[in-house]
Each structure stands twice: as C-alpha cells, then as structure tokens.
C-alpha cells in the first residue's frame, strides 16, 4: 500500500524534519528525477519551447520539444539542426533557476552520493562532485555510435556549437553531419532508448562507485533523499530506495515532489513526505 500526502498535510512540520533528518544523517543518496530539472526552469512547453523553437513550431505545429525530438525529419541535416538546439538549451545553457546550486549548499557538508536519470549535467554544471554522480540514462553531451560498433562515448559539445552557428532554413551543412570515427555509420545521442544504449567506462565506474558507496554505509543512519522522481522508471531510484529504508531502521526516506509525495505503509515511520516545488522546499530547508 502506497500512501499519498496532499499540499498542506503537515507541510512546515514535515520540512522541518527534514531539516533535522540531514542534520543528523552520516551519508545521504540523492536520487533524482525529471521534477528537479523542472523546478529549476528546464521546462520543454510554453514560452521556452517557443523562444527557440518557433520555426519548427510553425512548420509542423509541434507544441513541445519532446514531440519534436521524435519526428522522423526528412533529412539528417533537419534532423541535426533541431537535435543541436534541443542539446545546446538543455544541456550547455544554464538552468533558469539556482536549483540545484542549493541543493548543493544543502548537503555539500555531507558524505552524499547522487543517482539521476536527468541527462541534462545539471548536477556537474552546479559544482557537484563527479566522482559522486551517477547519470543512469546517459547526458545529451555524450554522441555513441548507431549500431553500435564499441563501446564508446563522445564528447559533442564543440561540433554541437557549430551546427547551432552555421545552421539555416532549419538545416545544417551536410559536412557536419556526426558519424563514427571507427565504422562511419551515423553517431546518435546517448540515450537510453533500447538495447542499443551504449554504457561506457565511465558509466561502469560511475556505477561502481554508487554501489560501493551504498555498500559502505549501509548501517549508517542515512537519507535516501528522492527530488521530483515519477514513476516513468521506478525501479532506478524509487523502488530501490524504499527497498533500503526497510532494511535499515536507521534510515529514513524523503520524497519531495510536486504532486506524487508518497511512500509505502511499510515504511511510514522512516518517511517524509512533501508535495511542493522542489525549489521553494529548498530555500525552506536552507
């Protein structure tokens, strides 16, 4: 059984136990989702969707930039010249909102590890440890090849700049279209999308350090602290996390979300719930 917590049940109560639950914790996991992003100001409709993507709006009335990330463009050269403004605005600018620059204030004093399937590099972009980071989904600054023919990752920060300054008419010139340096088929994102989601060494080494950070600490009073996770994948972080709150009576669970706080009957007394914007907890709790 799931329990669900309203706006307003026990919300200045709730923070502060949170407040305390941090203060007291010797190691907290962040685990975060979609909604932190969001809290932040990456948001893919409304006026931010329109402000850099009108033209292809226009075209083929999309309404967000999810819908046209999916479109089966034409060519490759439409394909990239809206791939390349989709990654540069949501991975090279910075987010609209200090967000995660709090959430970092809030536990830079702690031994901390965080797990996210947010591909945006948010977390490194605030002043995050990356030896303390674990993007399970990938980062849209990573290029693998289609196939794929390794086991590889590329960096795409310097070609994705180029096709945002030299595309016209929605299109890029066809020599910067990405391809693989060893078999010459056509380079995609690093996405988890299928069986095709290339993991890396890094992503293993990444992996290692999350799995032997919970190893190391898992009888110590620590925080498992779930920030704007759905249930999209529940089995990365939010399933995971109640798993280990049972397990360990010294820990607790915080789930801070906007419209999905809710925590298992099984570990009600561990828990802390709070349905709001992340941002405004955060400013609370700081």
């Not at 100001?41 to 999810?66: H, I, L, N």
């Not at 394909?79 to 403004?85: D, I, K, V």
């Not at 915080?254 to 400013?283: F, M, R, T, W």
Request: charged share 25%; net charge neutral.
């Amino acid at each position: 059984m799931i329990l669900k917590y309203r706006t307003g049940d026990n919300k200045s109560e709730n923070i502060k136990k949170l407040q305390s639950a941090i203060a007291e914790s010797e190691a907290v996991v962040i685990g975060a989702g979609a909604g932190l992003s969001t809290s932040a100001g990456f948001v893919y409709t409304g006026e931010r969707f329109r402000q850099y993507f009108s033209d292809f709006a226009e075209k083929y009335d999309f309404r967000d930039m999810y819908t046209g990330g999916f479109y089966p463009y034409q060519t490759p050269e439409e394909h990239w010249a809206y791939w390349s403004r989709y990654i540069y605005v949501n991975r090279y600018m910075d987010a609209p909102k200090p967000v995660y620059g709090e959430l970092l204030e809030l536990v830079k004093d702690k031994d901390y590890f965080v797990i996210t399937t947010n591909v945006d590099h948010c977390f490194q972009k605030a002043g995050f440890d990356r030896k303390r980071l674990f993007y399970t989904q990938g980062d849209y600054g990573l290029f693998q090849c289609s196939e794929p023919c390794c086991r590889e990752t590329f960096e795409n920060e310097d070609i994705i700049r180029r096709m945002m300054d030299q595309q016209k008419d929605m299109r890029i010139p066809s020599e910067l279209l990405p391809v693989c340096p060893h078999c010459g088929k056509p380079l995609t994102m690093n996405l988890r999308a299928d069986n095709k989601f290339v993991e890396d060494a890094g992503w293993h080494l990444a992996a290692e350090r999350y799995n032997n950070f919970l190893r190391t600490r898992k009888n110590l009073r620590i925080l498992f602290l779930e920030l704007g996770v759905g249930y999209n994948t529940p089995g990365i972080i939010k399933y995971p996390f109640w798993q280990m709150t049972a397990e360990n009576p010294k820990a607790i669970y915080a789930c801070v979300n906007y419209g999905e706080a809710a925590c298992p009957h099984e570990i009600k007394k561990q828990s802390i719930c709070i349905d709001g914007d992340i941002g405004e907890i955060l400013k609370n709790l700081l």
